[in-house]
């Protein structure tokens, strides 16, 4: 075990065991429901917008995210919080006001269909593949993430672990399919939140509340060698963006606007299924919209939860005497992944450490379960029903055949994220490398997705090029610039050195920045000069000038997705400048 | 679909609410076992916090059951 390990005791296990039979009866209660192939993949389009919300944000709130973000907290400050801001809410927000009316009315089962439905075959195919193995690689990897954490900290069995955690995933996926994966992201919610509140209370206790906690910060900011940073860098967010080198993410104020505020998050809330799957399985086209506009609310919060425990742990981390410590990679080089979870170890008894680890434990579950759940509805609807066994005459026979082909892939999807959760222990950087090699879809993805929605002209054969060309340019200055400081060809220059950023996170901003103009290009130039194949009557419901204006909705004026996302921009806004 | 979730979630913080909260009693003299939580005694605070998360979420499904 790492100097970050402890013991559980009973009471801790305890806690433990309630939640997972929760989680089971949870499936377990759902298993009659599930009597048709919709109940099972779309869950019934039956979700209350509050439940849909909440599953849509806790989708996020993997462990990777939560353990990664509260690390990047003692890195970079407060400056994380442009992932949850700038790098959410307005995405969250036009997804919500601009595309769900697309997305829910076209009546597509997924976004791979949509494709299909506003382009082509050959477009849907595309998608569809690279989103089946990238989410069959992030089920993987979190898995092995999950295993390896339990072995290092509790010291269980890494092959125990693995098979605990996937048979849990598959048992309550397999009874309820998506409808048990959302309601227990509804319950992983809650336990994250109320198993982390704790820490940010005694944390913030020990050092003298916010104020303290900037006074202690100050001298350690400004002695960061060689860094020559102002005292309140960690506690600002936009104050010291002007350039570059004035602040630890090494990114200045227009690569966080374009490249995270616009290409990087609208490409992952906008067209990333496993988010958008929860919006499309709320009970109506108000609820499908109001969707990520709840999910916004408590996104906004979040950093409260994970990113000052952050902050926090550095101030520990220098303070004399606190008897806090991180592991260290090399020495003088802490590793910041394991933050909260020597925050778990420095304040909280047994009892509430129990609570903090189960929170740990339900958000990696999460993660898993809305891999395995997306995984199967693309594998049945845009693989399985398209290429293999396409729809017969015989309506409740194929419902009934394609339920049992969802049931049987969640089980391949469990058995495909276990042999890739081993591949990821032999060889992880190369599944590293994968992961971030299927991730640069989404930027191009985002980009002919808005473009068929907003243009009606956009052509088939220009999506499908254009998607290809921001793929393989995205590949391409991967392969061509290197962050600085790159120890493996993972992180980039495979081809050659050509430019160097001064961290990674430049380095996405700027891939993903080339990803999108590219194919916005290619696909605008070449629809000029291809033939349309639709009609307008093809494209209504799918292209935003064809289809005709909503009226007001007829729910009181509170439930209305625009006074929601005045809510919602307001808060934001506020929160901003706040913490500027 | 089929289940109220504000059932189950009402009913899982309930137990674990009255779990901290016992557990939090019995240990509320042991000074060494809460000195790393400040002196506080986190788990009644947070039992009882959960606790009352857990009924309100069970009142709420009770309220949306009985019949409009």
């Known amino acids: 075990m790492i100097e970050t390990g402890f013991t559980l005791s009973w009471i801790d296990y305890t806690v433990m065991i309630v939640y997972f039979a929760f989680v089971l009866g949870i499936g377990w209660a759902l298993k009659r429901y599930m ?6 993949l779309e869950a019934g389009r039956s979700m209350p917008a509050w439940v849909a919300g909440l599953a849509f944000i806790s989708t996020n709130l993997g462990a990777l995210e939560v353990m990664g973000m509260t690390g990047s907290g003692a890195k970079y400050g407060m400056l994380t919080t442009h992932f949850y801001w700038i790098g959410a809410i307005p995405a969250m927000v036009f997804l919500a006001l601009f595309m769900m009316p697309f997305y829910y009315g076209s009546k597509a089962r997924s976004v791979p269909e949509y494709l299909k439905l506003r382009y082509d075959e050959k477009t849907r195919g595309l998608n569809a593949i690279l989103f089946a193995v990238m989410t069959i690689l992030a089920s993987g990897i979190s898995m092995y993430a999950l295993a390896i954490l339990m072995e290092k900290v509790l010291g269980w069995n890494f092959h125990l672990s693995l098979v605990l955690s996937a048979a849990i995933v598959l048992g309550y996926t397999y009874l309820g399919g998506l409808s048990s994966a959302i309601y227990n992201e509804v319950l992983q919610f809650f336990i994250i939140v109320i198993g982390l509140l704790p820490i940010v209370l005694l944390c913030m206790k020990d050092l003298g509340g916010w104020s303290g906690l900037e006074q202690q910060l100050a001298p350690i900011v400004s002695n960061m060698s060689p860094h020559k940073y102002a005292p309140d860098t960690w506690t600002t967010t936009w104050k010291y963006t002007g350039s570059a080198a004035a602040n630890p993410l090494g990114v200045e104020w227009y690569g966080i606007a374009a490249g995270l505020g616009f290409v990087l998050s609208f490409g992952y809330w906008c067209t990333n299924f496993l988010i958008v799957q929860r919006a499309m399985s709320a009970e109506s086209a108000t609820a499908a919209r109001n969707t990520p506009l709840i999910g916004a609310i408590p996104k906004m919060f979040i950093p409260f939860l994970i990113i000052v425990p952050g902050i926090a742990a550095l101030v520990l981390l220098n303070k004399h005497g606190s008897g806090f410590t991180l592991p260290e990679i090399s020495p003088g080089h802490y590793n910041y992944d394991y933050t ?26 999460s993660g898993m379960a809305g891999n395995v759940s997306a995984f199967n509805t693309v594998w049945t609807y845009d693989i399985y029903q398209s290429y293999i066994r396409p729809v017969t005459d015989d309506k409740e026979g194929d419902s009934q055949h394609y339920l049992k082909v969802g049931r049987m892939a969640t089980i391949f999807g469990v058995i495909v994220s276990i042999a890739a959760a081993y591949l990821a222990s032999l060889f992880g950087n190369i599944m590293d490398f994968l992961q971030t090699i299927f991730s640069m879809i989404n ?12 243009w009606k002209r956009t052509t088939g054969h220009a999506a499908f090029t254009g998607l290809l060309a921001g793929f393989v340019i995205a590949l391409l200055h991967h392969g061509l610039t290197v962050p600085e400081g790159a120890a493996t060809l993972v992180k980039g220059g495979w081809i050659a050195n050509l430019h160097t950023y001064p961290v990674e996170m430049a380095q996405n901003f700027w891939t993903a920045i080339f990803a999108f103009t590219t194919s916005a290009v290619v696909t605008v130039v070449l629809s000029l000069l291809t033939k349309q194949q639709k009609t307008d009557e093809d494209l209504k419901g799918l292209v935003y000038s064809l289809t005709p204006r909503m009226g007001v909705e007829q729910v009181p004026w509170y439930q209305r997705s625009t006074t929601l996302a005045i809510l919602v921009l307001s808060i934001g806004t506020v929160l901003t400048i706040w913490f500027w | 679909m089929g289940i109220d979730i504000k059932f189950p979630i009402g009913l899982m913080f309930s137990i674990l609410g009255l779990l901290l909260t016992i557990f939090g009693l019995i240990t509320s003299s042991d000074t060494v076992m809460y000195t790393r939580s400040l002196g506080i005694n986190v788990n009644l605070w947070s039992g009882m916090g959960m606790l009352t998360f857990g009924l309100l979420m069970l009142f709420l499904a009770w309220r949306s059951k009985k019949p409009k």
């Not at chain 1, 009597?35 to 099972?40: I, L």
Request: proline share 5%; charged share 5%; no cysteine.
């Open chain 1, 443 to 454: 930027a191009p993805l985002f980009a002919v997705i808005f473009l068929g929605m907003f």
């Open chain 1, 35 to 40: 009597k048709d192939a919709n109940a099972f």
């Open chain 1, 340 to 365: 909260i979870i020597a925050l778990l170890k420095q304040y909280l008894p047994a009892g509430v450490l129990g609570l903090g680890i189960t929170a740990l434990l339900a958000s990696f579950m």
